[in-house]
């Protein structure tokens, strides 16, 4: 069974800092992408990252690039997101999701974790 | 950037009844589109992906369509538990790998 636990969550500051992570088990971790998905309260969903299976080549929606940093350990079945400079805009539910799926390069989100909710206030 | 457009915003229905929604591309993402449900207090669930590919055990009431920019999703007779919200997203330029903004399907 393929299970994602986030943590780390919960109340920032203004301009300061947090660190997710999400722990990934039931499947080959190392061969599958992995992605940040955000929600704010009563809002849509909205994609903040993304990471290739190895680690190498990362994707930032605009919103947060230069912001956070997506990351992971293939050999912890981990995937992270450092999340800096934040606003209050960045308050939401996140969570991590698994690509599957996939076919011409691309992938979809077929696993979903039930979320680290982040909120950014003074 | 991609922005997808779904509509309606919500849309009343009973059970029973068929539900088609609609996600419009602002220019063409082929088929790489996928659809979600979001039902109150839980996680999205991929329901099809490649416009019209049915995800392991969704059920075939469910049914997607559409190339290019225009895209539906068919729910062919709805059941209690498909009242929910249903998000379309594009995998075809990214990044962003952009959703639309859902559609509710509530109760009539």
């Known amino acids: 069974e393929v299970r994602l636990v986030e943590s780390g969550g919960g109340l920032g500051q203004p301009r300061g800092s947090l660190r997710l992570a999400c722990a990934a088990s039931?499947?080959?971790?190392?061969?599958?992408?992995m992605t940040w998905v955000r929600q704010a309260p009563g809002k849509g969903l909205e994609w903040v990252s993304s990471i290739n299976y190895g680690g190498g080549s990362t994707f930032y929606a605009d919103s947060v690039k230069g912001r956070f940093t997506i990351s992971r350990d293939n050999s912890k079945n981990m995937v992270y997101l450092q999340m800096n400079s934040l606003r209050a805009e960045d308050t939401a539910v996140y969570h991590c999701?698994?690509?599957?799926?996939?076919?011409?390069?691309?992938?979809?989100?077929?696993?979903w974790g039930q979320g680290t909710l982040v909120t950014v206030s003074s | 950037e991609i922005v997808l457009t779904q509509s309606p915003a919500t849309l009343s229905l009973s059970p029973g009844e068929r539900a088609t929604l609609s996600c419009r591309a602002s220019q063409s993402v082929s088929s790489y589109l996928a659809w979600y449900q979001q039902k109150p207090g839980q996680v999205p669930r991929l329901l099809i992906f490649d416009s019209s590919h049915r995800a392991t055990g969704i059920p075939a009431r469910f049914s997607g369509s559409g190339s290019g920019t225009d895209f539906t999703l068919t729910i062919s007779s709805l059941e209690p538990e498909d009242f929910a919200v249903y998000y379309c997203?594009?995998?075809?330029?990214?990044?962003?790998?952009?959703f639309g903004g859902g559609t509710k399907v509530e109760f009539k």
């Open positions: 039931g499947f080959t971790f190392t061969n599958f992408a």
């Open positions: 997203q594009q995998r075809r330029n990214w990044p962003p790998a952009t």
């Open positions: 999701v698994k690509e599957g799926y996939c076919g011409g390069g691309r992938c979809y989100l077929d696993y």
